[in-house]
Nanobody
Framework: DVQLQASGGGLVQAGGSLRLPCVVSGFTSNDYAIGWFRQAPGKGYEGVSCISGDDSTTYYEDSVKGRFSISSDKAKNTFYLQMNNLKPEDTAVYYC???????????????????WGKGTQVTVSS
């Protein structure tokens, strides 16, 4: 049974940083991908970043390139979204999700991932 749990959200001033961990359980191999998505108030879901289970593929949405980075700690079954130089437009509920590796490529992360964790609120004040 695949489960994901995101945490680490909070209130931060513009220019600040947050690191969001996503603890994953239920996978028996590296044959999966982890995606980070966000939903801003009044908007739809947006793919932010993803990483394949073997760390060979990563993707970043254009607005976060150079500011966000995704990584994994397999010993802890945890994937991280490091968010630096945060902007007010980054304010959203952030979710981690998982599915097969084809949901993450160098140029996109697909919203249709099957397994989702509960979101964590990130609020960036100006």
């Amino acid at each position: 049974d695949v489960q994901l749990q995101a945490s680490g959200g909070g209130l931060v001033q513009a220019g600040g940083s947050l690191r969001l961990p996503c603890v994953v359980s239920g996978f028996t191999s590296n044959d999966y991908a982890i995606g980070w998505f966000r939903q801003a108030p009044g908007k739809g879901y947006e793919g932010v970043s993803c990483i394949s289970g073997d760390d060979s593929t990563t993707y970043y949405e254009d607005s976060v390139k150079g500011r966000f980075s995704i990584s994994s700690d397999k010993a802890k079954n945890t994937f991280y979204l490091q968010m630096n130089n945060l902007k007010p437009e980054d304010t959203a509920v952030y979710y981690c999700a998982a599915d097969t590796p084809d949901y993450c490529s160098d140029y996109a992360v697909h919203l249709g991932m099957d397994y989702w964790g509960k979101g964590t609120q990130v609020t960036v004040s100006s």
